[in-house]
């Protein structure tokens, strides 16, 4: 064979694109008015199903601002977990969602998602989404994006949650199960998901866990929190959680009380007793207290009826010639009402 036909040939394949691989999608014409790739494709799990979800693109093809789409078409490709890497792979259509009457998948405003609950274990999924205008012409092929599927683990079978002071401590049971019963492959991970009041569930932890304990520490005093657990199994480059643990809730509670109260003193004054101390320097500080005994009186007794507001009180029911003692708390303004150590004893007469 002469040395340049195998230089054509080479350059007809790649002008045809005909390199081994498979079907190709016909080209679009440049002046067709036809949707661009479509923004921010993703494919995860969701329970027992893989989700497909993105945006609708903005512009066409040529980059002016998006003038006709009619909606979307999906496509899948099937293959063992051991497929070979190479070509493309060839994609079957899976769904098409019309976007004035969305009989498959779930559009919100710019956001189109769909679940695809027809997976099998042992398989990698690829998907491509292709948008489409009025006439049914396609636009510009998304990327494809592949994902492994395979038997999930076994739940967490319990989980504990206790609340401590702007944290909640979690621990669960080890999975060395998956959900059919066989001995989990490997080593497994967990995250932990949590939701406050009117908010949903977010993952707690930035990388999956090896130990089954969880220190939550991002939450906030006096709000009640709901948590689960998954268990992770990775598949080479993907990972699969298992369905939810049991869900426990926890309120995290102000047990933090304010620093003693500093530097007290007591003055006689034609008044009464006045006391003045060093203000305190917490942010949750709600006020203080006084307690009062004298000589002839075996215990403290509270001498303010409520908190004061200002590190100062004049006792105007002190009695004359008799000598008392004085100690004072500050109190936060948790629901606990946390107080302080007594502050340093002083006394006088008045």
């Known amino acids: 064979m002469p040395r340049h036909f195998g230089t054509i040939l080479l350059a007809l394949l790649l002008l045809t694109g005909s390199w081994g691989c498979g079907k190709k999608m016909a080209p679009i014409p440049p002046d067709s008015l036809v949707p661009a790739e479509v923004r921010n494709f993703s494919v995860r799990q969701d329970g027992k199903a893989l989700r497909l979800t993105w945006l609708l693109p903005r512009v066409n093809i040529d980059n002016q601002p998006l003038t006709d789409i009619q909606g979307f078409r999906l ?75 395979d038997t999930l683990p076994q739940a967490p079978a319990t989980l504990q949650a206790q609340a401590g002071d702007r944290q909640v401590q979690l621990a669960w049971p080890a999975v060395d199960r998956l959900a059919d019963g066989r001995p989990f492959p490997g080593q497994p991970g967990y995250n932990v998901y949590r939701q406050a009041p009117d908010h949903g569930w977010v993952l707690v932890n930035p990388d999956p866990l090896t130990d089954t304990k969880f220190l939550d520490i991002g939450v906030a005093n006096d709000i009640t929190y709901r948590y689960l657990v998954r268990a992770l199994r990775k598949i080479g480059p993907d990972v699969l959680e298992s369905l939810d643990s049991p869900i426990q809730t926890a309120k995290p509670v102000d047990m933090t009380p304010p620093a003693p109260v500093v530097n007290l003193v007591a003055v006689p004054t034609a008044k009464g007793i006045e006391l003045r101390w060093e203000p305190g320097r917490e942010p949750d500080l709600a006020g203080y207290l006084v307690f009062r005994r004298s000589l002839a009186e075996p215990q403290f007794q509270q001498v303010t009826p409520q908190l004061l507001a200002k590190p100062y009180f004049v006792d105007a029911a002190a009695s004359q010639g008799v000598t008392y003692f004085y100690y004072v708390v500050a109190v936060d303004n948790s629901r606990r009402a946390n107080q302080s150590l007594p502050s340093e004893t002083v006394s006088t007469s008045r």
């Open 75 to 149: 496509f899948r490709h099937q293959a063992g977990l051991a497929a070979a890497a190479g070509c493309p792979p060839d994609l079957d259509l899976l769904a098409v969602i019309d976007l004035s009457y969305p009989q498959m998948g779930e559009v919100s405003g710019e956001a189109v998602s769909y679940r695809d609950d027809k997976v099998e274990p042992g398989q990698r999924y690829s998907y491509q989404v292709v948008g489409f205008a009025r006439g049914g012409q396609p636009g510009t092929p998304s990327a494809i994006l592949s994902h492994a599927w």
